[in-house]
């Protein structure tokens, strides 16, 4: 549906662009002609889905940093600008999230996903705004949220409130920043299978089985579902849309209460089965 230059002189800078779905919108981009530059955690990620960018003959950088810490996105910002040879799109993309029945949480593991998907999220907008603004130049935002970031769910309670906060964000500053022609926009996915969302989030074939029965689609969503919509959302035909959160999840929060809220009847060996993964998982 894309012209194949859609993001052609485009460059993008995407956190947690090395794994799942920010690694979708990074390929994407990149085949529709943007330079992209990824930041995140390990290494390993970030260098494998640069180096399958430019074996495709895309444009591709990277540098690690942990979005919590101001410094570390900073730097990575003037990499991405100076590799990149300019900025003109950022995607929050970079995320922290599982299962967990609140009244075990400790405040840390609260403060873990909040640091990670509310601070990261105004950290690296406010690095790449700040130059964009200084510049005089336009400037684009896309923040990755989730359907429940409206309408709150239980047992993701850290992710949720982190969420809805970046949701209120991206409308503020969609207001505040009109001005100065920076765009802020959102994306509210379902259920997208990534090694990191089902290990934390669906981590049994039960799980998975319930939530596709309770999908009106009976399906999850596509990678390339998603990446083509932060496609247009980046582009110049989507100019005008402005402060707007586009849901993508098949229907399944239309009419439903959505997020995690089946789980209120989960049997305790499903707790157990979800303590037992995180010990699996790194
Ligand atoms: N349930 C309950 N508490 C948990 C938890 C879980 N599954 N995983 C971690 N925590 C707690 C830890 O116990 C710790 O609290 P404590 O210091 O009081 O013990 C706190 O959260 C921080 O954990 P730690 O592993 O030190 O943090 P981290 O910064 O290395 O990792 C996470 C951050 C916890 C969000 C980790 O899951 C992560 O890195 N996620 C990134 C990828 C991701 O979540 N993707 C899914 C997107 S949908």
Not at 223 to 229: K, M, P, T, W, Y
Request: with cysteine.
């Amino acid at each position: 549906m894309f012209e194949p230059d859609l993001l052609k002189d485009r460059s993008i800078l995407i956190t947690g662009g090395g794994t799942g779905l920010g690694r979708a919108m990074a390929l994407r981009a990149a085949v529709l002609g943007a330079g992209v530059f990824l930041v995140g955690r390990r290494e390993a990620p970030l260098e494998d889905t640069a180096k399958a960018i430019v074996e495709r003959g895309g444009r591709a950088g990277w540098a690690t940093a942990d979005v919590r810490d101001f410094g570390a996105v900073e730097r990575a910002v003037d990499r991405a600008w100076k590799e990149l040879g300019s900025l003109d799109s950022l995607i929050n993309n970079a995320a922290g999230n599982f299962l967990a029945r609140t009244e075990r949480l400790s405040p840390n593991a609260f403060a873990a996903v909040v640091g990670i998907v509310l601070e990261g999220s105004f950290h690296s907008t406010l690095a790449v705004a700040r130059r964009w603004i200084e510049a005089e130049r336009p400037g684009c935002v896309l923040n990755i949220v989730a359907t429940y970031a409206a309408s709150g769910s239980p047992y993701v309670v850290p992710s949720a409130s982190a969420k809805a906060g970046v949701l209120a964000m991206t409308k503020s500053l969609a207001v505040e920043w009109a001005r100065y022609h920076i765009r802020l926009n959102a994306i509210a996915p379902g259920p997208f299978p990534t090694e990191g969302a089902w290990s934390r989030l669906i981590p049994t074939p039960e799980a998975e089985r319930a939530w596709l029965e309770e999908h009106p689609m009976r399906r999850f969503g596509r990678h390339s579902e998603l990446a083509d919509l932060a496609a247009y959302l980046l582009s110049a035909p989507a100019e005008y849309i402005n402060g707007a959160c586009v849901t993508i999840d098949g229907g399944a929060s239309a009419c439903a209460q959505g997020g995690f809220t089946h789980l209120v009847d989960a049997p305790a060996e499903f707790w157990e089965a979800v303590e037992r993964e995180r010990r699996r998982t790194p």
